[in-house]
């Protein structure tokens, strides 16, 4: 069974109640999602397997430890997932990063596929599939199945905000992936939208609304 993962630091709980009003701009919010990424990427990477390795500081030789096995690859479903790269990308420089581009019929909200854009080795990496909202659950779902289509098995799914729904849709589809939220919402509304969430994550990223 997937395990969901809460992180609910106090830093990353403030600053998303920032991003939740509807008075705070396009520049604050990509800035504040951001910053949370960094910080939920901590999180998201705990559990990374360390090696021992023999180094020598000016004083002396020491075995030092880095980052063993999987190499990592960020894969931001479009437009919103794209907020949360460059947090991710200051944590590990090195991540390749691919791009799935997914967008919500808005009368039907089924998840429809407009781009896909990979690394060529990707189903060799950890990936962190990246998106802040998880609302039904369907493009997550989709977003998953085209990277095991690709090989990938080894996804994490890091949001921002997620709703019973999604998640429940999320685990039961793809047990084997592990899901990282800030915040566990109450519903979705009749529009599928996050209750109370904030809003069309895309939108205030990009200041198309
Ligand atoms: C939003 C969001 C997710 C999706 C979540 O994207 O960024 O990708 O909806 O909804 P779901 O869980 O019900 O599938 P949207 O379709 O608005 O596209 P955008 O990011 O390009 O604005
Ligand atoms: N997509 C968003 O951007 N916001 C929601 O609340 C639901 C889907």
Do not use: W
């Amino acid at each position: 069974m997937s395990q969901l993962h809460v992180i609910n630091h106090p830093m990353i709980q403030h600053k998303l109640t920032i991003m939740r009003k509807k008075e705070t701009g396009s520049k604050d919010f990509r800035q504040l999602l951001n910053e949370i990424s960094l910080l939920m990427g901590y999180e998201v990477l705990r559990d990374l397997p360390l090696e021992d390795i023999q180094i020598e500081t000016p004083i002396c030789k020491m075995t030092g430890k880095e980052i063993a096995g999987r190499k990592l690859a960020i894969v931001p479903i479009l437009r919103a997932g794209l907020g949360m790269v460059d947090g991710l990308h200051t944590l590990v420089p090195v991540a390749k990063v691919g791009h799935i581009g997914l967008y919500r019929n808005e009368e039907t909200h089924k998840p429809v596929v407009y781009y896909c854009k990979l690394p060529e080795d990707i189903q060799k990496r950890l990936v962190i599939l990246t998106d802040p909202m998880l609302a039904t659950g369907g493009s997550a779902c989709d977003a998953i199945c085209m990277l095991k289509e690709k090989g990938c098995n080894n996804i994490r799914l890091m949001c921002l905000v997620g709703v019973p729904e999604g998640i429940n849709k999320v685990q039961a589809e793809h047990p084997d992936v592990d899901i990282y939220v800030a915040a566990v919402d109450d519903h979705l509304n009749s529009d599928a939208y996050i209750v109370p969430g904030l809003g069309d994550a895309g939108d205030r990223i990009f200041g198309t609304k």
